[in-house]
Structure formats: structure tokens, C-alpha cells
């Protein structure tokens, strides 16, 4: 059962009865972000809100991919005038993305229909109930390219698993998968495949009858008890445009492109 369907060309929207889901579609790409991305992303959550009829959020990915974190390509390279500005990337792109969700009145969902790596798994993580097929994995790929994890992820991972999980996880890149997400407390749930858009359907339709004020309620409770989102997106900011501007970014960038493993200096 469809609804309305709107978005823009690479984050579909559809508008069913009490909630909104959104649609990561880039699935050739497993969904990597671009800035028309995030910039169809925020107003499509921009939309959501300023809809009194929506009560929960949806978020998903087209495709065997959630979200393959930020497009290592074109937009991410080094430059004809330098390396690209990642605490900029970041402040004004990604984190705000994370910020929305975290300080939107509405519930979010995401179900994670595959892989979720870098700014992809904190995306997921951003939200307030994280579902995930079984064929989907975690991957905090930031330090495969020379980067420090962001866009929240060295805030939700220790809140998550604890700090000796979330460092491995974070200094290693390992992928981890659906059910030991669910078992370390990093998801609400792992399902089916098959399960999963009902699943998340179903929780979005429960949201959406449930009392809108004390859900809002909740969300502003939860994020004052976790301490200071912002002040650690800053500082993932700031670190990620000087990991941005190093040897080691760079030639992270182009292994991923020639499809070899990197060597670091
Ligand atoms: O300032 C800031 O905020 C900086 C932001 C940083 C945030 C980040 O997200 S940094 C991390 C960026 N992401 C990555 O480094 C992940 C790169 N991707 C991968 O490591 C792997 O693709 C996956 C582990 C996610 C999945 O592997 P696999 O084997 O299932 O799929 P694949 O064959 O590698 O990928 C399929 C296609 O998607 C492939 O394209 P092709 O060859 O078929 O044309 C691959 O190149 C493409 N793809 C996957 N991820 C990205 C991507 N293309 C561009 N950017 C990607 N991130």
C-alpha cells in the first residue's frame, strides 16, 4: 500500500497516513551521499515536520545497500585548489542531518536494508529506533580512508556498546552484522529480509497513534540525559577536516577508486 509520492531525484518521499518515509535511491552506488543527497534529505525531513498530519518518520535505502556513507568520488577528492574542506562537509551536510533527526519532534525509524558504513551507520544510529534486515551489516568505514569517525558516530557507539566495543569498532572498521548489532545493543531489532519494511511499517503506524506530545517529550529528555550532541559533532568536524587534508585521506581515496587496499605512510 503506496502512498503519495514525492522527494526529489535521489531521496524519495512517500506520504502515507500518519507518517512519511524516505528513501535513500542511489541503490547502483549503495546509496552514497552526495550534496543533492543531503540537501533532498534535509528537506525532506524539513517537509516531514512541517506537516501536522505526519507523526513518524521512515528512513530506508533503494536497493541491497542502506547507505555506503559518503560518495568517496568526485566530490571527495582532492582538488585543483587542495583537498577538500570536510569540517565544512560536515557542519553543513552530514551533521545537520544527524542534528534534524535528533532534534526533530518526530520519531524516527530506519530500517537498514543492507550495508551501513561511515556517515551511512551513523545516519541509522541518529535514529530513534533502529531496525535491520539480516543481510545488513554495520561498518564504520572512516578509518579504511584515513578518516575519524563523524557525523555522531563517536556519540551514539559508546552510548550503544560500551567503550571497548565502540573503539574497536571504530579503530578496526570491522563490519559487524544484524544480529550481533541486535546483541550488542546497537539496534532495537534484526529481522528477515523479507520482514523488514512491514516491520518497520508497522512500528511507524504505532507511532503515528501514539501520543505525539510525550514521544516529542521523550526525544528532548533522552537527548538531554546523553549529554551535548552538538559539542561532539563540532569536534568530529574539526578532526575530520584535518584527517581530510593528510597523506594518508588521500591515498585512502584513491585505493577505494583503483580497488586495492591502501598503504599508508
Ligand atoms: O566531512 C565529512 O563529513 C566527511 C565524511 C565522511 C563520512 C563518510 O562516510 S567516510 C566513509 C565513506 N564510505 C566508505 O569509505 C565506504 C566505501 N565503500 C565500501 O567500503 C564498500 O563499498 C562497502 C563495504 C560499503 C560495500 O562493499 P560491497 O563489496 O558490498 O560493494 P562494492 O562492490 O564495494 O560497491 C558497489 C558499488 O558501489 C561499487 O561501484 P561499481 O564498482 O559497481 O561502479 C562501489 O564503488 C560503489 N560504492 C560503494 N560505496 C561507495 C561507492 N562509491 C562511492 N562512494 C562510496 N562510499
Redesign the pocket.
Known amino acids: 500500500m503506496g502512498g503519495e509520492l514525492m522527494g526529489g531525484e535521489v531521496i524519495l518521499v512517500e506520504q502515507r497516513e500518519g507518517w512519511h518515509r524516505l528513501v535513500l535511491n542511489r541503490p547502483?552506488?549503495?546509496n552514497?551521499?552526495t550534496t543533492q543527497m543531503i540537501v533532498e534529505l534535509l528537506a525532506a525531513i524539513d517537509a516531514a515536520e512541517a506537516d501536522a498530519g505526519c507523526r513518524a518518520v521512515v528512513l530506508t535505502g533503494e536497493g541491497r545497500?542502506f547507505c555506503?556513507?559518503?560518495?568517496?568520488?568526485t566530490e571527495f577528492m582532492a582538488g585543483p585548489n587542495g583537498p577538500p574542506d570536510?569540517?565544512a562537509?560536515?557542519d553543513r551536510y552530514?551533521h545537520e542531518v544527524v542534528r534534524r533527526i535528533r532534534e526533530s519532534r518526530l520519531p524516527f525509524v530506519c530500517a537498514v536494508n543492507g550495508?551501513a558504513?561511515?556517515?551511512?551507520a551513523s545516519f541509522a544510529l541518529a535514529a530513534d529506533i533502529v531496525l535491520a534486515g539480516r543481510s545488513a551489516v554495520f561498518?564504520q568505514?572512516?578509518i579504511?580512508?584515513g578518516?575519524v569517525p563523524?557525523?555522531g558516530a563517536t556519540f551514539f557507539l559508546p552510548r550503544l556498546v560500551g567503550d571497548a566495543r565502540a573503539r574497536a569498532l571504530a579503530m578496526l572498521g570491522d563490519?559487524i552484522d544484524a544480529d550481533t548489532a541486535e546483541r550488542w545493543g546497537m539496534i532495537w531489532k534484526a529481522v528477515d529480509d523479507e520482514a523488514l519494511a512491514s516491520e518497520a511499517e508497522a512500528l511507524a503506524l504505532r507511532l503515528a497513534q501514539s501520543p505525539a506530545g510525550a514521544l516529542a517529550g521523550i526525544k528532548q529528555l533522552f537527548e538531554a540525559a546523553a549529554g551535548s550532541l552538538r559539542t561532539q559533532l563540532d569536534l568530529e568536524?574539526r578532526l575530520?577536516g584535518e584527517a581530510?587534508r593528510s597523506a594518508d585521506f588521500a591515498e585512502g581515496v584513491r585505493a577505494?577508486q583503483d580497488k586495492r587496499p591502501p598503504r599508508y605512510s
Open positions: 547502483a552506488k549503495l552514497a551521499l545497500g555506503a556513507g559518503q560518495e568517496v568520488g570536510l569540517q562537509l560536515a552530514h550495508v558504513a561511515g556517515a551511512g561498518v568505514a572512516f579504511r580512508i578518516l563523524d557525523s563490519a568536524a575530520q581530510g577505494f
